[in-house]
């Protein structure tokens, strides 16, 4: 079995102060895809190029302290891909992906963190200008290989996906544009939404992230925003699905899912 983790960390050094290593190792997963790294290269330089043994790959935004994501592999990776080509979100850190090439499979591995529009409404114009952007990307490279996306997507897709979601309808990350992208994304585009592939029904457990406001996390008023986003083929070797709460690393959980398949 291939284990798979995503886990925004809302930053490494805050992440790993936690107890995050610690976990990897007993998780031992052989992938984990992190997003808000909240970092530079200097500042992973000697600490943080591996975590419980798994060496890292980067995409660091321009601005320090901001944004971006990273991959820990036990496999090394045939290339590395840094940015979609896109330069506005390219210099925002946003996307890693690492490939697994051989005779037999052309694979891919992606880390992804998709904008916020909380904020106010010009980062919800940049989130909606990102989301046009990366989907032509994913049906493009659907074309040429299989990948598994993960990240902190910051959309909950239906009603069963957040606790409150009749007093979220106006609100960034279940407005009805972002929720109609993710059926596109996995009807018209045919990716796996790989979780609830598993757990179709899914309520309470689902949920991967929770504000820090009103005892969201002790109450469990949470949504359900950190995703695998897998090609058919991969998606079908998922077998098992872990949602991490019993310690609390970030203001999300970590996602681990075991497929039945190997790079």
């Given at each position: 079995?291939?284990k ?7 930053g490494?050094?805050?992440?790993t102060s936690?107890?995050l290593?610690q ?6 997963p052989?992938c984990i895809?992190?997003?808000e790294v909240k970092a530079q290269?200097?500042d992973i ?6 975590l419980?043994?798994l ?5 660091f935004a321009e601005?320090?302290g901001y944004s971006?994501v990273?991959?820990y592999?036990h496999?090394e ?14 210099a925002?850190g946003r ?11 052309r ?9 916020s529009?909380s904020s106010?409404?010009d980062?919800?114009?940049a989130?909606?200008?990102?989301l046009?952007l990366?989907y032509p990307h994913?049906?493009g ?7 598994v ?5 910051n959309?909950a897709?239906?009603?069963i996906d ?9 609100n960034s990350?279940f ?5 109609a992208?993710?059926t596109g994304?996995?009807?018209q ?6 979780y ?5 029904n899914?309520t309470d ?8 406001r009103g005892q969201a996390?002790?109450?469990n008023v ?10 058919e ?8 699905v872990?949602i ?5 690393f970030s203001?999300h959980?970590?996602?681990?899912i075991?497929?039945?398949w190997?790079?």
């Open positions: 079995m291939f798979l983790t995503s886990l925004n960390l809302n490494i050094r805050s992440a936690k107890g290593e976990w990897i190792r007993k998780s031992a052989d895809c992190v997003q290269a200097p330089l000697g600490k943080f190029e591996a419980a043994d060496p890292g790959h980067f995409h601005k320090k971006g990273g991959i592999s496999f990776p045939s290339e590395v891909i840094t940015g979609f080509g896109t330069p506005e979100f390219d925002e996307y890693l992906e690492l490939r697994f090439d051989t005779l037999a499979h694979r891919s591995i992606i880390s992804c963190y998709f904008p529009g106010g409404e980062r919800q114009q989130k909606f200008r990102f046009d990366i994913l049906h490279l659907k074309q040429q290989r299989e990948y996306l993960c990240g902190d997507v959309i897709h239906r009603e957040l606790k409150n979601w009749k007093s979220n309808q106006k990350g407005l009805p544009r972002e929720r992208w993710m994304l996995i009807e585009a045919g990716l796996v939404d790989v609830r592939q598993l757990h179709p899914t457990e689902a949920y991967t992230w929770w504000s820090n996390y002790a109450k949470g949504w359900r925003l950190d995703y695998h986003l897998a090609t083929g991969l998606a079908a070797g998922a077998r098992t872990e991490y709460k019993d310690e609390k203001d959980a970590p996602i681990t075991a497929y039945d190997s790079l």
